[in-house]
């Protein structure tokens, strides 16, 4: 596509629910990351994805966090047992080849209620 | 730990006149520092980039102001428009980009026509 592609841009869910983001990168580009916006707070990186690499998981802010990215493109970032202070807005990313610029998606915007 | 700090957290101009704000950076195996742009309910959208080989670099009204032996940087911006009303974010990473970025924590940027 022509740009990052995030799904859903909204989503209220209950504590102690699981949820899935999604991210369709921009096609070709190899890397892909994750990062979280919290109210008028900075980016907070998340995950990073780079072609066939292990991932760099070391943002991830506790074992309730999961990505994963198949074929190389699409990623879901997976929230399990939501806690109120996973509300945020979670952007994804993509590059060429992990290289310089990165496009960012509009977000979803979690809200744990 | 905050690698990259940004001041002003807020910030107002009047029309025309030029915005300017500062990051300081911790890390010297930092060697990309680039400014996002981020409008309300979108994603952060790469401004102007540079890298330490420089100390400074200009696109258009957009000037970046790079010293490395103090470990800073910053964004000027001419001609201040209310078209530029938004937040702004810098943020830096190791090899050239194809890193994870670690960014500050934002600057809103209020034009007054």
């Known amino acids: 596509g022509a740009g990052v592609s995030q799904s859903p841009s909204n989503k209220v869910t209950e504590k102690g629910k699981d949820v899935e983001l999604r991210c369709d990168p921009i096609s070709g580009h190899t890397a892909l990351y994750w990062y979280r916006q919290s109210l008028g707070q900075g980016l907070e990186f998340l995950i990073y994805f780079q072609g066939n690499s292990a991932p760099d998981k070391s943002g991830l802010p506790s074992d309730r966090f999961s990505a994963e990215r198949t074929g190389g493109s699409v990623s879901t970032l997976t929230i399990q047992r939501t806690q109120q202070e996973d509300s945020a807005v979670y952007l994804c990313a993509s590059s060429l080849n992990g290289g310089l610029g990165y496009t960012f998606g509009s977000g979803t915007r979690l809200t744990v209620v | 730990q905050q690698q990259v700090k940004q001041s002003p957290q807020s910030l107002i101009v009047q029309k025309g006149g030029i915005s300017i704000i500062n990051c300081a950076y911790e890390n010297t195996a930092f060697d990309y520092f680039p400014w996002y742009q981020q409008f309300p309910g979108k994603g952060p959208a790469l401004l102007i980039a540079i890298r330490p080989d420089v100390s400074e670099k200009k696109e258009g009204r957009f000037t970046i102001s790079f010293n490395k032996s103090a470990k800073q940087f910053s964004l000027h911006i001419m001609d201040s428009q209310p078209g530029d009303s938004a937040t702004y974010f810098c943020?830096?990473?190791?090899?050239?980009?194809?890193?994870?970025?670690?960014f500050g924590q934002g600057t809103r940027l209020t034009i007054n026509p």
């Open positions: 943020a830096a990473s190791k090899d050239q980009g194809a890193q994870k970025l670690v």
